[in-house]
């Protein structure tokens, strides 16, 4: 029984905080335990270049999330555990992608149209400080994802538009090159996995400045959860959990029962500093022992440096490198001392011998097509159709033989008679026919 094939990846620009063992690193290695699932982890140091640009610091978060995974349990020998700008194929495989993306699907992303709009709000060029790193951000990740076929993507629900892209660059790549190359991934939304708040009480995150760092010494870790944002309701009145910072943090380190206890002391008023200290307590059972792994690991870079060398070694020879070898055949970049030198005539025969086929495919106007092929020939040409359910009931009935007239939606393809349609639909009905008895 073949496994699924899961893929997370962490962004390199930042040290790891509690929302990031929350929400992505203790659910993804507890998911990898699972006997039918292949799991694959990398560290996103090539996303990471869209906003860090100070070099020591990529370095430095690179080996602190390494450090963070390995420390909370992932183990490379069962796993895939890499580094994205290890494996070379990736963005070799994101030109591919970006050669049959369409430019309006990427207009529609949410970072670049949140940019865009921040800058008419303030009255600048719409693409006023935008990178085509940020624009191109959604093909590099669908190249991350489609490199290694991957079934499932965990994600939250800001990144679900970019796995439908994912599918979209996936699904036009395999329409243009007539062939099932890319696997067409899934987002997975895990509803139980928390989202922690800051210190403010906002979402947890580096670009808020509110995060709790994973691994902070124990001092530290205390005096971050003392500062945590608090009302003034006094010692001794009821405290609603719905909303609180403290509580929501309590309930993602702690067990029913506990959560339940703590909800009780809430409603019986405990004041906010015991409170803030039976968190303390809870967090630090918890990653204390992690924290004492991160520092041996942190000790020792070279011994992070291998692992990941050796995992993207391992992967390239599995998987990368064929992958790879087998889209730049599709797309034509071949070995040109294998090319069959043949006649005008000769190709003209073998062309007119080839069974007839369909292509269906979206362009970048947001349109669909079809067109129907014999060998080199285009035979017809589709007009583009607002729905893929009306390309999909006009196409029915040309795949039915019923022609029509062309002009109406289709053209012929060029020096191509209606005869010549008409012999090319019987032949394509009868190769279906055949199909069906077999």
């Excluded at 207009?107 to 009255?123: F, I, L, T």
């Excluded at 064929?322 to 970049?333: E, F, I, K, T």
């Excluded at 009931?393 to 022609?403: V, W």
């Amino acid at each position: 029984m073949s496994k699924i094939r899961v893929l997370t990846g962490i962004t390199t620009s930042g040290t790891p905080h509690l929302g990031n063992y929350v929400g992505a690193i203790r659910p993804a290695i507890a998911a990898a335990q699972a006997p039918d699932v292949e799991s694959f982890y990398f560290l996103a140091d090539y996303h990471s270049l869209i906003k860090a640009q100070d070099p020591a610091r990529t370095q430095r978060s690179t080996l602190e999330i390494a450090a963070a995974w390995l420390a909370c349990g992932l183990d490379p020998q069962r796993v895939w555990f890499y580094r994205q700008s290890d494996i070379p194929e990736i963005p070799e495989l994101t030109w591919l992608l970006t050669c049959v993306a369409s430019k309006g699907i990427l207009n529609r992303a949410h970072a670049y149209k949140a940019a865009v709009d921040k800058n008419r709000a303030e009255g600048e060029d719409d693409d006023a400080g935008i990178t085509a790193g940020l624009f191109m951000y959604p093909v590099l990740m669908a190249a991350d994802i489609l490199l290694f076929n991957a079934d499932k993507v965990p994600v939250g629900r800001d990144q679900i538009q970019h796995i439908e892209m994912a599918r979209d660059f996936g699904q036009r790549f395999n329409h243009v090159y007539g062939g099932d190359y890319f696997v067409l991934p899934e987002a997975v939304v895990d509803a139980q996995v928390a989202t922690l708040p800051g210190l403010d009480g906002r979402k947890m995150s580096k670009s808020y400045g509110n995060t709790i760092p994973l691994f902070a010494p124990r001092d530290e870790l205390k005096k971050l959860i003392f500062s945590i944002v608090t009302d003034s309701t006094p010692p001794g009145a009821p405290k609603a959990t719905e909303g609180s910072a403290i509580f929501q943090l309590y309930q993602a380190f702690a067990s029913r029962q506990e959560t339940a206890a703590f909800a009780r002391a809430f409603a019986d008023g405990i004041a906010w500093g015991d409170a803030k200290q039976a968190l303390f307590e809870r967090i630090d059972a918890e990653v204390a022992p992690l924290r004492e792994k991160y520092e041996a690991l942190m000790a020792k870079p070279a011994e992070i440096e291998a692992i990941l060398r050796e995992g993207a070694a391992r992967l390239r020879q599995a998987y990368a490198i064929p992958m790879m070898a087998r889209l730049r055949d599709a797309v034509g970049l071949r070995d040109l001392s294998k090319v069959t030198v043949a006649s005008t005539d000769a190709r003209a025969r073998k062309s007119a011998q080839e069974t007839p086929v369909f292509k269906q495919y979206r362009e970048a106007d947001g349109k669909f097509y079809f067109k129907l092929v014999q060998g080199d020939r285009v035979l017809l040409q589709s007009i583009g159709f607002d729905s893929p359910r009306d390309a999909g009931q006009r196409l029915a009935a040309l795949k039915q033989g019923e022609l029509g007239e062309p002009g109406s939606d289709f053209v012929l393809g060029e020096g191509v008679s209606a005869d010549e349609v008409n012999a090319a639909l019987a032949a394509f009905v009868a190769a279906a026919m055949e199909g069906n008895k077999a």
